[in-house]
């Protein structure tokens, strides 16, 4: 007789049957691997590790699916779990509501979630990843942060979530304004959601015509808001989106544009009216024993001043009008030097001769202008570092820059009082008649 040959179910190779085995090795996968990862760092449990191998042996469908195709699923189930939020992922349930969205990531790992109906309602969910702090998305004529309203939100201490508009009316903390703003929402109340170490803003805007190119600024801090009052931003950027086709372009050209500009000016005033103006000075009271070198040294270096000094003023006047920024003590305090410096030079073209009777109250006048402009600066520079953000190391440059000049304006005036004394005693007495 001839053996016949062993009997071969069919339905074991079919997709449904490969499929299932596929499921249950992944099942199995995961739950070796758990348990690995405990006996590695249990190994006294490690003979409980059998059960293991029991399970391995009623599994005969393992024999059908690849070891590479295991490795595979393994590996992807890790990767996709471990992604941060993306257009992929799912809204939660409580924003079943907002429907049909487009959707574009737009910085770092803010995703923009958006819909623009026929009557010109924009729907908008906003989300990242979050563990504390606050995140906002604001609505801008220009890019700039100065006059824009936005859309905060964040949960409190105690869990409760808030979202608020907000309008910035200006740079410092209080411009920044509760409940106002340029924003008309809808009858659907706007809502925020933590779901997943996420955190999602969702929000109705009716606008007036439809939105197509529309400046955004997207922002994140870090500490939560106390009483509705927003602490600086830990970061931010500016970008311009088109709601017509999904289309965005970064603003970092114009951003990295202003900030040198601001950098120009800092540098320009600090030198001109911080370095320059007050060694001019220096020269002027302690250096006249060189006659006349100082008085040439005097009238140029506080030319150079004046006009390094000038080029602050435009700097500063291009930067205010690209900011309209809300900065009233440092523009008026340098509209006033500026004043008390261009006095100056017209004071050196009408200077009397020395045998004048006016001369005197010229001397008067020209020197207390002068320390006028020279203290006014001084405060003024550091009032610009202040609303400026310019950082430590402005600061501490600054206040070297400062303390070298008073230690040698200490110095010198010591030695010009000590060697008028010394004067007044070698000088002979007045002989009598």
Same mark, same amino acid.
């Given at each position: 007789m001839t053996a016949e040959p062993p009997h071969k179910d069919s339905s074991s190779n079919s997709p449904v049957v490969k499929a299932t085995? &596929? *499921? %249950? &090795?992944?099942?199995l996968s995961l739950s070796s691997s758990s348990s690995l990862f405990f006996f590695i760092y249990y190994p006294s449990c490690l003979p409980? !590790? !059998? !059960? *293991?191998s029991t399970n391995l042996q009623h599994m005969p469908a393992m024999a059908h699916v690849s070891p590479a195709f295991i490795f595979f699923a393994l590996a992807l189930v890790v990767v996709v779990g471990a992604q941060p939020d993306s257009c992929s992922s799912r809204l939660?349930?409580?924003l079943s509501n907002f429907?049909?969205? !487009?959707? %574009?990531?737009?910085?770092?790992n803010f995703v923009l979630r958006y819909s623009q109906d026929q009557e010109n309602v924009l729907s908008v969910v906003l989300s990242t990843t979050y563990t504390v702090g606050w995140i906002g998305m604001g609505f801008s004529m220009d890019g700039r942060m100065v006059g824009s309203s936005a859309m905060v939100g964040w949960t409190g201490k105690t869990g409760i979530p808030h979202i608020k508009q907000f309008y910035l009316r200006g740079q410092s903390a209080s411009d920044? *304004?509760?409940d106002q703003g340029q924003l008309l929402s809808t009858a659907v109340a706007p809502r925020v959601v933590?779901? %997943?170490?996420?955190?999602?803003?969702?929000? @109705?805007l009716k606008f007036t015509a439809p939105l197509a @190119? @529309?400046?955004?600024?997207?922002?994140?801090?870090t500490s939560i808001p106390v009483h509705n009052h927003l602490k600086k931003h830990a970061d931010k950027t500016s970008i311009s989106f088109d709601f017509s086709t999904g289309g965005s372009s970064s603003s970092s050209s114009s951003s990295s544009r202003l900030y040198e500009l601001k950098r120009t000016h800092g540098v320009l005033a600090i030198f001109g009216w911080g370095v320059l103006a007050p060694i001019g000075a220096i020269v002027a009271r302690y250096c006249k024993r060189w006659d006349p070198l100082w008085y040439y040294l005097h009238a140029i270096i506080q030319f150079i001043g004046f006009m390094i000094g000038l080029a602050a003023v435009v700097a500063g006047k291009l930067l205010y009008d690209e900011l309209h920024a809300t900065v009233h003590s440092h523009r008026g305090i340098g509209i006033f030097v500026l004043v008390l410096a261009i006095l100056q030079v017209i004071a050196f073209f009408v200077r009397p001769d020395r045998d004048s009777k006016i001369r005197r109250y010229w001397n008067w006048y020209h020197h207390w202008v002068g320390r006028l402009a020279l203290f006014f600066a001084a405060v003024n520079i550091v009032v610009g570092i202040r609303v400026g953000d310019a950082g430590t190391s402005w600061k501490v440059g600054y206040g070297f820059n400062l303390a070298i000049l008073l230690i040698a304006s200490i110095v010198l005036e010591l030695l010009r009082w000590t060697g008028r004394s010394r004067e007044a005693v070698a000088a002979p007495p007045p002989q009598m008649q």
């Open positions: 085995a &596929a *499921v %249950r &090795a992944l099942s409980l !590790s !059998s !059960s *293991v939660p349930a409580a429907t049909g969205l !487009s959707c %574009r990531p737009i910085w770092n920044v *304004v509760v933590v779901h %997943r170490a996420k955190i999602y803003l969702a929000f @109705q @190119q @529309q400046h955004l600024l997207f922002a994140i801090g």
